[in-house]
């Protein structure tokens, strides 16, 4: 990680509430795995059993609360330079994209509505680069949106044997 900055509202912190101006994260490197198994590397992190049953037990016998995700405001997300790497044991596949660009705004999320479903947003997106075997695709741009758990881009361009394209998809 080479940076990361969050900037928050005083005046709202004053009144007891968090309002978040923007967080930015430079240099950020991700390496996603999935085992042999059929794990991800992520969801090892969550998957104490005893943590989930003690929770469980706290859950039957008190209120429930609001998630962190109802408490805060984020007004804008901006991810820079960011690497990542994909590597599944089982297919032998190896993916990397190097340089990916998210500039991410407009984000709400409905507490009526479960996990990712209820998180909206728009967002600019760039990578220079994804490697996928000997196939290379550059300089990918797209504006996208996330609505109802469904990211979509209509305006996709890129780059793949030196030819230019566009598109789009869900």
Do not use: C, W
Request: glycine share 6%; no cysteine.
């Amino acid at each position: 990680l080479g940076s990361f900055d969050v900037a928050l509202d005083i005046s709202a912190l004053i009144q007891k509430e968090i309002k978040v101006k923007h967080i930015r994260v430079d240099g950020l490197q991700l390496n996603l795995e999935k085992s042999k198994d059929g794990r991800y590397n992520y969801e090892l992190l969550s998957s104490n059993k005893a943590q989930e049953k003690k929770n469980k037990d706290i859950n039957q016998t008190q209120p429930p609360q609001e998630t962190l995700l109802s408490l805060i405001n984020v007004k804008v997300v901006k991810f820079s330079n960011v690497a990542m790497k994909y590597t599944d044991a089982i297919t032998t596949t190896n993916i990397t994209a190097d340089k990916i660009n998210m500039d991410i705004s407009d984000i709400n999320y409905d507490t009526l509505k479960h996990g990712i479903q209820g998180l909206s947003f728009v967002a600019q997106a760039s990578i220079d680069k994804i490697q996928y075997g000997s196939l290379n695709i550059n300089a990918i741009t797209m504006p996208l949106t996330m609505k109802e758990g469904v990211m979509v881009s209509e305006q996709l361009s890129h780059t793949v044997f030196d030819t230019p394209g566009r598109g789009g998809g869900k």
